[in-house]
C-alpha cells in the first residue's frame, strides 16, 4: 500500500521560504507516476501546484510557476517543495500527491496533508 | 480553464444525488472526483470520466458530455455526506479543480 507523508515547517515569516518534503513507502520514486503537489485553502478550494517525474521533468501551475520549485531525491525515495516569497495567501493545507502516468492525470494517492501558515 | 460546481446538494437517504461540473467543452477531457470528509485528505471516487478505483462501491458513477460532467450517487447513505470535487487536466494550467460541491444527507 502507497503512503505518503509530508513533513516540514507549519510556521513560515512572509517574505520567507516554504519548505516541505514528502516521503513515500510502499512504491519507488521511479516507477510510472508523476509525483505532485495540492493545496486547499482555509476556504476549501484546492489549488494544483506542480508536479515532478523521477527523470526529474517538471510541471507547474503558471500562476505560481516563478515562486515554485519541485525536486526529486530517488535515494531517499522523497521528493520536495518550495515556495518563496510566500504571504498570507500562501497559508493552506499542503498536500503531496501521486498522479498517474497518462496525459489527461489525476490523484490516486494523496498525503495526509500538512498545515503551514504564513504569520510573522 | 475553470470547472464551476454548486455550493451544495441535499438528498434524502436511498435517493439519488447529482452533482455536476461544467466547463468549456469539457466533454473532450477526462473528468475525475474526489470526496474530502472533514480533516481527511480527498479520496479518488471516479477517473476518466466513469471508471471506479477498487473499494469504491458501484452505488458511485460518473458520466461527461458536451459541457457537463456529473457524479451520481445512488441509495444515498449517510456516509456519503461530505465535499466533492471535480478534477480535469488543462495542457496549460496542469490539474484544475471544480470550487467544490458540499453534499448533505437530510
Known amino acids: 500500500q502507497v503512503q505518503l507523508q509530508e513533513s516540514g515547517p507549519g510556521l513560515v515569516k512572509p517574505s520567507g521560504t516554504l519548505s516541505l518534503t514528502c516521503a513515500v513507502s510502499?512504491?519507488?520514486?521511479?516507477?510510472?507516476?508523476?509525483w505532485g503537489w495540492v493545496r486547499q485553502f482555509p476556504g476549501k478550494g484546492l489549488e494544483w501546484i506542480g508536479e515532478?517525474?523521477?527523470?526529474?521533468?517538471?510541471n507547474y501551475n503558471p500562476s505560481l510557476k516563478s515562486r515554485v520549485t519541485i525536486s526529486v531525491d530517488k535515494p531517499k525515495n522523497q521528493f520536495s517543495l518550495r515556495v518563496t516569497s510566500v504571504t498570507a495567501a500562501d497559508t493552506a493545507v499542503y498536500y503531496c500527491?501521486?498522479?498517474?502516468?497518462?496525459?489527461?492525470?489525476?490523484?490516486?494517492?494523496w498525503g495526509q496533508g500538512t498545515l503551514v501558515t504564513v504569520s510573522s | 480553464y475553470e470547472l464551476t460546481q454548486p455550493p451544495s446538494v441535499s438528498v434524502s437517504p436511498g435517493q439519488t444525488a447529482s452533482i455536476t461540473c461544467s466547463g468549456d467543452?469539457?466533454?473532450?477531457?477526462?473528468t475525475c472526483w474526489y470526496q474530502q470528509k472533514p480533516g481527511q485528505s480527498p479520496v479518488l471516487l471516479i477517473y476518466?470520466?466513469?471508471n471506479r478505483p477498487s473499494g469504491i462501491p458501484e452505488r458511485f458513477s460518473g458520466s461527461n458530455s458536451g459541457n457537463t460532467a456529473t457524479l451520481t450517487i445512488s441509495e444515498t447513505q449517510d456516509v456519503d455526506e461530505a465535499e466533492y470535487y471535480c478534477?480535469?487536466?488543462?495542457?496549460?494550467?496542469?490539474?484544475?479543480f471544480g470550487g467544490g460541491t458540499k453534499l448533505t444527507v437530510l
Open positions: 500527491a501521486r498522479e498517474t502516468d497518462v496525459f489527461e492525470r489525476w490523484v490516486d494517492t
Open positions: 510502499g512504491a519507488s520514486i521511479s516507477s510510472s507516476n508523476w
Open positions: 515532478i517525474y523521477h527523470n526529474g521533468n517538471t
Open positions: 467543452k469539457l466533454g473532450n477531457k477526462f
Open positions: 476518466e470520466d466513469d
Open positions: 478534477q480535469a487536466w488543462d495542457r496549460t494550467l496542469g490539474a484544475v
